[in-house]
């Protein structure tokens, strides 16, 4: 894994946890508000994603776990609320669309997920995992 791109390494592993968190979200739905459950399965893909990130994307980065984990949280609280925004803008642009709702709730989610990740990559390269 190593021998790839750090670019690359974060989509694919960013793709995962993304995986991870737009799957969540439709169990999650079902029990939860849809902007809640858009919210609950963030969190678990950011999970998923420090650990993967911290392992096999940003490596040697020379501040504290602790701090990692903070400034990584901070980044995935604008991550989150630019997926939270987006969601519900591209559902609003798809209201007249004659798909049923959970379709155009996932799609909505899905692509909103793609712009979260390139707010992540910088944030994390610049400020999370940064070398001293």
Same mark, same amino acid.
């Given at each position: 894994?190593?021998? *790839?791109?750090? #670019?690359?390494? !974060?989509?694919?592993?960013?793709?995962? =946890?993304?995986? &991870?968190?737009?799957? %969540?979200? @439709?169990? *999650?739905?079902? #029990?939860?508000? !849809?902007?809640?459950?858009?919210?609950? =399965?963030?969190? &678990?893909?950011?999970? %998923?994603? @420090?650990? *993967?990130?911290?392992?096999?994307? !940003?490596?040697?980065?020379?501040?504290?776990?602790?701090?990692?984990?903070?400034?990584?949280?901070?980044?995935?609280?604008?991550?989150?609320?630019?997926?939270?925004?987006?969601?519900?803008?591209?559902?609003?642009?798809?209201?007249?669309?004659?798909?049923?709702?959970?379709?155009?709730?996932?799609?909505?989610?899905?692509?909103?997920?793609?712009?979260?990740?390139?707010?992540?990559?910088?944030?994390?390269?610049?400020?999370?995992?940064?070398?001293?």
């Amino acid at each position: 894994m190593e021998r *790839l791109p750090q #670019v690359v390494r !974060f989509l694919l592993l960013g793709g995962t =946890a993304a995986a &991870i968190n737009w799957i %969540a979200r @439709f169990p *999650l739905s079902a #029990v939860l508000p !849809f902007d809640a459950a858009v919210l609950a =399965a963030y969190m &678990i893909g950011m999970s %998923a994603g @420090f650990v *993967l990130y911290r392992r096999y994307v !940003f490596p040697g980065s020379t501040r504290p776990v602790v701090e990692q984990t903070v400034v990584f949280l901070a980044v995935n609280l604008v991550g989150a609320l630019v997926v939270l925004a987006l969601t519900t803008l591209f559902l609003r642009l798809q209201a007249q669309a004659p798909w049923p709702l959970s379709i155009r709730e996932g799609l909505a989610h899905g692509a909103a997920i793609g712009f979260g990740a390139v707010v992540n990559f910088f944030g994390h390269k610049t400020l999370t995992f940064a070398r001293g």
